[in-house]
């Protein structure tokens, strides 16, 4: 395949512009011989933001959209997009998820994204003192799509969760549904600054509580 | 219809330290698959996995997390295209455990993406999977436009785990397992429920395996073997009497009355076949595991074909006796070579013998002309054979069928082969490498069946052998009919007086207590009415009578 400048006198001295058949993604399409990325895209009705490859032997090589090509029949080109996953829904959660992992560096972090825009984050295996009928908890917080404008609120810890001195804290609801499960919700809410506080902050903040609830 | 997935145990965790190496990032991968379809479900075939590498997998521009370039699908879709694999890609959700799910920048990618995909490879389904730790999501997208949820990934190999999206319930087990649910674990044990074993060659090693596979819980055993009981295999066939060998019952029949002993829940599926032929061969598709327990070694071909083109994990078991002329035993051992798919297959491994498979498929005349060394006159080669070696074969074999099976064994465990040498006391490792290029076990094989699934031919006898497959009546009249089917495929033979003398001979002769003599006069009658004509269009027209 020759590659060329655009230049209107070369159809007159060189091969004559004619209507070739190529394979674009395996589907013929018919193009002029002498055409741009742009227009093989287009041709070929992909999305204009994919990118075009000519196909040589088992590699690609990329076409840009202005880029001029001389095409023979049947020349394979691939257009391919991008593939662009996420594992939550904004890059906001998974930059406040980095900060909770640097706030506990031992201790595993779950991340569920169910899917409505929320995150769930849980903290594994926190020990919160002999305080408590079970420890070591797992600590959940659930952060939705507003976050961090919204604050990180409630946090849930496995249901049953009691003082062992019998003492009736009124952050403590120990049987309340969260996705089906059943967990104890511990309501700590306190304004929440984005500008100086983490939400890997705020967990740790909210084990030193559980630690010694006054 | 359902679709799953299955990879081999290598491959998967050389995707799993990809995906998840520990750094809390999300990571991806292509995976090329083949496919096959059963009457049950459709399994993409994993072949290989491609990580997509960091410089391919930069931040998102379009308010994702990150981006595969289109230069690396670009890439991937050109190799699948040209070696006509189905394209998958891969990525993880960190933090995802055993629960995992797309989000919804993963799910707009899909709809974005996904119906170019299939373009980009020829009109082959694409799928996408999200792997957490543990767990694994996925979306098959199907060139009708249909969208299909992947309903399980199979990890097979020496460490056999099935990934769903979310844990499965685990039904409770039988009170008879109790002490193995104590090893095992109620999910170990429900695994082995879950299952379908195949056992191909119901002799004496063959027998040892359907016994303890029935003890262990299988759900479902195949057992495909064309012979018939004979006094000779009463020492060690296990469950078989003299009376089956009078009656000269199939040996498959004798088996699943074996298993249905031991626990009649099992579901037996008897083939009196050879797996030598395609037809019969793909009974064994829809097994989990694949026990080659044959004398041949075409049929071990065909198992070590089936196991890789299809990634169905498995075993050859075996015993060896070898004595020199004088009758003193020189050698005497027990073979136990795993098909773990993460190694050398039976043929890399020195498990087959290529001029074997070869003379195995010589017709009579063939085999006479060619006269091959060692070749005793006028007959086959009778080797001698024990209980105890094949019980030390089929000991080692179903040791690590359970570890597997149930998930016990270690991470990266390989399985080499392992030989026990009776006379020394000995049992030794042998390693075996996969040779370049190998169309079995080298994934890399340009045209090579690894994980091809139905997109490769398999090299066997085209449909079915030539022995009718029958049972209760119809199977006795077959029995008489055997002597005169042979003689009658002779060329030159004389038809009529000998044809109806092999009946007499089988009537009366052979065990003529045990017929109805109304039986004996319809035969007759048949070959009266097809004196000089093949007896088998007399023989299909008593079957559809």
Known sequence: MHQSEKDPTSQTIGTPVRTVEILVNTKPVCVSSEVTGAEIKSAAKVPADFKLFRVDGHREVPVGDEEQLHVHHHEKFVASPTLDPAFVVSPTHATAIDTVRDAFPAHPVNVDAPGDGTTVITVRNIDVGAGWNVTPIDLTVKVHVTFPSSPPYPFYGPAGMARTDGRRLPQIQPQVQLAGELRTQISLMKPFNPTVETLGARLVAVVGWLRDPR | ?545
């Not at chain 2, 009457?39 to 997509?52: A, E, F, N, Q, S």
């Not at chain 2, 020492?235 to 031991?262: E, N, Q, W």
């Not at chain 2, 086959?380 to 690590?400: E, R, Y």
Request: aromatic share 6%; net charge positive.
């Open chain 2, 1 to 545: 219809m359902t679709w799953s997935a299955r990879i081999s145990q290598r491959d998967y965790e050389q995707l799993i330290a990809h995906l998840h190496p520990g750094d809390d990032d999300e990571h991806a991968a292509f995976l090329y698959a083949g496919e096959t379809a059963t009457p049950k479900d459709h399994r993409l075939l994993i072949r290989r996995v491609i990580p997509v590498p960091h410089h391919d997998f930069g931040p998102s521009d379009r308010g994702g997390y990150r981006q595969v370039a289109a230069r690396a699908l670009a890439r991937a879709a050109i190799e699948c295209e040209t070696e006509g694999l189905r394209l998958l890609w891969a990525h993880s959700h960190p933090g995802a455990v055993d629960h995992v799910r797309f989000s919804g920048p993963d799910l707009a990618t899909h709809n974005r993406a996904h119906p170019h995909m299939i373009n980009m490879t020829g009109g082959r389904p694409v799928a996408s999977l999200v792997f957490g730790t543990g767990s694994v999501a996925g979306e098959v997208w199907l060139p009708d436009g249909k969208v299909v949820e992947l309903d399980h990934l199979d990890v097979v190999g020496a460490r056999t785990a099935r990934l769903t999206a979310s844990p499965l319930a685990t039904a409770d087990t039988s009170a008879r397992f109790a002490r193995q649910v104590l090893m095992f674990g109620t999910k170990g044990q429900a695994t082995l429920r879950s299952m379908t074993v195949a056992v191909v060659g119901a002799g004496g090693g063959g027998s040892l395996l359907v016994q303890t596979l029935a003890h262990l819980g299988v759900g479902r055993i195949i057992i495909v073997d064309f012979d018939r009981v004979d006094v000779t295999n009463l020492s060690r066939m296990v469950g078989a009497t003299p009376k089956d060998a009078r009656r000269r019952r199939l040996k498959v029949d004798v088996l699943r009355r074996l298993a249905h002993a031991i626990d009649p829940e099992i579901d037996v599926v008897a083939i009196a076949g050879d797996i030598t032929y395609e037809a019969d061969a793909r009974a064994l598709l829809a097994a989990d595991y694949v026990f080659s327990a044959t004398d041949t070694q075409f049929a071990r071909f065909a198992v070590n074909a089936i196991c890789h083109q299809y990634l169905i994990p498995g075993a050859q078991v075996g015993a060896k006796v070898v004595t020199d002329e004088d009758g003193a035993v020189r050698l005497a051992y027990a073979m136990h070579r795993p098909i773990d798919l993460g190694g050398a297959c039976l043929e890399c491994g020195g498990g087959i013998d290529p001029d074997a498979v070869r003379r195995e498929q010589l017709n009579d005349a063939e085999r006479q002309a060619q006269a091959y060394v060692n070749a005793p006159a006028g007959g086959d080669i009778v080797d001698p054979s024990v209980i105890t070696l094949n019980s030390a074969a089929v000991a080692m074999a179903m040791l690590d069928f359970q570890f597997s099976a149930t998930g016990m064994f270690p991470p990266r465990t390989r399985l080499a082969q392992r030989i026990y040498h009776a006379p020394e006391r000995a049992l030794r490792d042998r390693q075996a490498a996969t040779r370049p290029g190998c169309r079995w076990c080298d994934r890399h094989a340009v045209g090579g069946a690894f994980a091809r699934g139905d997109d490769h031919p398999l090299p066997l006898r085209p449909g079915s052998p030539p022995r009718p497959n029958l049972t209760g009546v119809a199977e006795r009249v077959r029995r008489l009919f055997a002597p005169t089917e042979c003689w009658s495929t002779e060329p030159g033979a004389q038809r009529g007086s000998q044809c109806t003398e092999s009946i007499k001979v089988a009537l009366f002769g052979g065990e003529p207590r045990r017929l109805r003599s109304d039986w004996g006069e319809v035969l007759v009658g048949l070959i009266r009415a097809r004196r000089g004509r093949r007896v088998k269009p007399a023989h299909r027209e008593l079957r559809n009578t």
